[in-house]
Structures are given as C-alpha cells and as structure tokens.
C-alpha cells in the first residue's frame, strides 16, 4: 500500500495564477483533510471531508476550495495564488472505526508564490 | 477553541541518552486524544504515539513514552536511548472525541538534535 500519495512535490506560482493539489488514498479510509504548514507553526486544517460526499471549513479555508472526487481523492484548488499561500501543503486520511481517528499523512507539496 | 503549546523550540540531546519533550494543552473538554507526531527531514508526519484522555495508564510505544498529567493538561513525549534517526521536528496534536469534531489542533513543533 501506498498509503497517501500527494502531487506534485514542489509547485512555484506567480500572483494570480491557479493551481489544484492532488491527493490519494488507498487505505478506505472515509475521512480526508487539507493542512497547511507554516515556519514557526504547526499544521492548520484548511478543508476536510468526513466522507464521501461532504466537505466542511477548518481553520484556514480562506483562499481555497475542495473536491472529494469519490472515497480515494480528496484535491485543493488554489483559484488565483497569492504570496500569503506559500507554504507546505499537507493531505491525510483517518477512519473512524479507528477510535482515536488517527491521521495518516501525505509527503507533503512544497508551494511559492512569488 | 482548544489551542496546543510546545515551549520548547529546540532540544538537543547526546546518542543513547534520554530526552523529554513538553507539551501543554488548553481545553474545556473532558474526552479527547492526544498525539505525537515526528517530522523528518523528508517532511512525512509520522505518527509516534498517541494517548487517550480517559486512560489513566499513560502510553508506551517501544522506546517512546509520555507522561500525562490531565489535571495540569500536559502531555510530554520522553525519547529513551535516543537513536541518530529520532532527530527530527516534534509536534504535539490535540483531537476532540466528539464525533463531528474533526479538526487536529497541532502544536508550533520542537525540533530535536541528536548528537553522536
């Protein structure tokens, strides 16, 4: 197994331009979520998608949306960058039947924004 | 809004020897998780530990080991006989146990040098 699996690893933008992140996960896993990592900062919670279906707000979504193509992808859309959304772009997945909701992370999408 | 606290920016410790990690964490929940999660340089989170706020026993995991203290709201990470490959940045991470909660709140991280 894979696990999560996110592309690309490194992406730089200019000002305005768009860009989607893609993420995919082959552990079943019905619950999926976008962080963002900033120096000097733990991971915030951009999107996340309890299940199929549904997506909600985390802390930051601001600038952002998603797409939960089916239970394995889960994608974040950057619709016009700005340099405030550089940052390292972290996916992971958890199950529920899992008590504790363990989160399983991707490797990570360095961005810049210039 | 819960909100997790590292104070330690940077530990070093010496091969083979042992190392505690802080975390403390704001809440006015009763029953939640609690995580460790370690960040190598290639930027994988990996999961290291994790601790049930209901459980008195506090949890072990081969060389790595906490120390819960619910009433103070702490929860350190202590690294026995630490080994070159645990260096690495540290993150503490607090999850409510309320089903439609599922927001991770991550501490700012410490990172860890192990020195030969």
């Known amino acids: 197994n894979a696990g999560v699996t996110q592309t690309p690893k490194f992406q730089v933008l200019k000002t305005g331009q768009s860009m989607t992140l893609q993420c995919a996960q082959d552990?079943?896993?019905?619950?999926m979520y976008w962080y963002r990592q900033d120096p000097g900062m733990g991971l915030r919670l951009i999107y996340y998608?309890?299940?199929?279906?549904?997506?909600d707000k985390g802390e930051v979504p601001n600038g952002y949306n998603v797409s939960r193509l089916n239970k394995r992808e889960f994608s974040l859309r950057l619709e016009s960058a700005a340099p405030s959304q550089t940052s390292v772009y972290f996916c992971a997945s958890s199950e529920w039947r899992d008590s504790e909701n363990t989160q399983y992370f991707g490797p990570g999408t360095r961005l810049t924004v210039l | 809004a819960q909100t997790v606290t590292q104070s330690q920016p940077e530990m070093s410790v010496q091969e083979a020897e042992t190392v505690t990690l802080s975390c403390t964490y704001d809440t006015s929940e009763s029953d939640y998780y609690l995580f460790w999660y370690k960040q190598p340089p290639s930027r994988q989170m990996i999961l290291v530990i994790r601790q049930e706020a209901y459980k008195q026993q506090n949890a072990t995991e081969n060389r790595f080991s906490v120390n819960f203290q619910k009433a103070a709201k702490s929860f350190s990470l202590k690294i026995s006989d630490s080994q070159l490959g645990d260096a690495a940045m540290y993150f503490c991470a607090y999850r409510s146990a309320f089903a439609n909660n599922n927001d991770m709140r991550f501490g700012a991280g410490t990172r860890l040098t192990v020195k030969p």
């Open positions: 552990m079943n896993h019905n619950s």
């Open positions: 998608s309890a299940s199929e279906g549904t997506t």
